[in-house]
């Protein structure tokens, strides 16, 4: 079995930490390569950290041994405090790191979208992930996978209301979740990564787009 490296930018988020720590692990990857504003602190000797300066992504160099990305990248307008600048972490950066994708001729790019992405919706926020995912499709990648989780669970170091009180409906009454609403259901951080790293080492060309249910499968199976 050929060894892959594995490039996981926005590793110290809720879905890329659980994902650098299941990559570390599994035996299909040879290195694991962060790009990080600061340390994840992980000591493995087969972690290579790259300290970066997002502003200046576009003059970074893609690693020619990377086989595979995870674009675990994202913020809120909260955190962002502009639209600006939110746009500028959830879609130009994205679009950037795709495009060095496409120069190395990465086998398979990797990224994680939202439930409801829509170029047309009035949702902003929406609208912004629908952009993202229309400019990385006319890329040509070679392998492409989208996923749009629902809400997300697990433990972050900054509070979101929305994902705190959905967990709380979650475990207070789960069958909420049932029927037509089961596309909702919020779905843990460590399942979106391990149906990233499981969709990754199927190796399939071409674009493919994940729901939240279909996360849930690929996440716990």
Avoid at 3 to 14: D, E, I, R, S
Wanted: charge should be positive.
């Amino acid at each position: 079995m050929e060894k892959k490296t594995a490039l996981v930018v926005g590793a110290t988020g809720l879905v890329g930490g659980n994902l650098v720590n299941m990559l570390l692990e599994a035996p299909e990857y040879e290195m694991v390569i962060v790009w990080v504003r600061k340390s994840t602190g992980i000591n493995n000797k087969k972690l290579e950290e790259k300290i970066i300066n997002f502003e200046l992504l576009d003059t970074y160099k893609l690693e020619d041994t990377v086989n595979h990305i995870f674009c675990c990248l994202g913020t809120t307008i909260k955190k962002a405090k502009s639209k600006e600048v939110f746009k500028k972490v959830d879609l130009e950066y994205i679009v950037s790191l795709a495009m060095k994708a496409k120069e190395n001729d990465v086998s398979q790019f990797l990224v994680i979208s939202a439930m409801g992405s829509d170029v047309k919706s009035a949702v902003f926020y929406n609208k912004v992930k629908g952009q993202m995912e229309n400019e990385l499709s006319n890329l040509g990648l070679r392998g492409l996978k989208i996923f749009r989780p629902s809400l997300l669970l697990g433990d972050r170091t900054e509070f979101r209301f929305g994902e705190k009180a959905a967990e709380v409906v979650s475990k207070c009454i789960p069958f909420i979740f049932n029927g037509a609403l089961k596309k909702y259901k919020p779905v843990y951080g460590n399942t979106v990564a391990k149906a990233m790293y499981k969709v990754a080492i199927e190796e399939k060309s071409g674009i493919e787009a994940f729901n939240s249910e279909v996360i849930q499968i690929k996440g716990t199976i």
